[in-house]
């Protein structure tokens, strides 16, 4: 069975600023997706990123980019020019393209704080 | 376009009861997955339904059950239930085996 791991609880970073939030999984698989998803305190769980494990390239939506490092099974999202709409809770998520499996698997998530 | 709706928003229920939780699917959509979401952790996959079947389900014990209707809404049946069931239950819709879009989630609790 594959595992998410966020390590950081909780962010924190000033208006403007660059943060980076950690993720690691386990798997034994090859091919897989890796998502990041954005849960707001209206509790909608929103996709922000997806990387393709095929894919050497790291993938970049405007501010968010991500640094997918797949031997090391590393995949940390880089929030560039923070700004205070994207205070939520952040989710790394790992699905399965072996089988059927479509099921995301998620870690605990972080919290992040921007400071105006 | 109506994205993934979840009725009702809220519930309170007693231990023992059972209860049923609504989802209608993103327009175009097919597939719908259900989550469970404790206070303070990430969703937990119950399972997923694809053609009204159950394609794959996560490590959830039989109390929890669901239904896909031909039009491609579902529910989710919780029977017996035990205070550890009180979380946030989210729904997620996609077309096949592409991309996943959530609903606002239905808040259960259980006294």
């Known amino acids: 069975a594959q595992t998410v791991t966020q390590s950081q609880p909780e962010m924190s970073v000033q208006e403007a600023e660059t943060v980076t939030l950690s993720c690691t999984y386990d798997t034994s698989e090859s091919d897989y997706y890796l998502f990041w998803y954005k849960q707001p305190p209206s509790r909608q769980m929103i996709l922000v990123i997806r990387?393709?494990?095929?894919?050497?390239q790291n993938a970049t939506e405007n501010r968010f980019s991500v640094n997918f490092q797949k031997a090391a099974k590393s995949f940390s999202l880089k929030i560039s020019d923070s700004q205070l709409g994207d205070a939520a809770m952040y989710f790394c998520a790992y699905r399965s393209l072996e089988g059927g499996a479509d099921g995301l698997t998620f870690g605990k998530g972080t919290h992040l704080i921007i400071q105006p | 376009d109506a994205g993934v709706t979840q009725s009702p928003t809220h519930l309170i229920k007693t231990r023992g009861q059972q209860v049923t939780l609504r989802c209608s699917p993103k327009s175009g959509h097919d597939t719908v997955s259900w989550y469970q979401q404790a206070l303070g952790q990430g969703p937990q996959f119950i399972f997923q339904y694809y053609e009204e079947e159950e394609r794959q389900r996560g490590n959830f014990p039989d109390r929890f059950s669901g239904h896909q209707f031909p039009n491609y809404s579902s529910e989710l049946n919780v029977n017996a239930l035990l205070l550890g069931d009180s979380a946030l239950y989210l729904c997620?819709?996609?077309?096949?085996?592409?991309?996943?879009?959530f609903g606002p989630g239905t808040r259960l609790t259980v006294t």
């Open positions: 997620a819709s996609s077309f096949y085996r592409y991309e996943q879009y």
């Open positions: 990387q393709e494990a095929y894919k050497q």
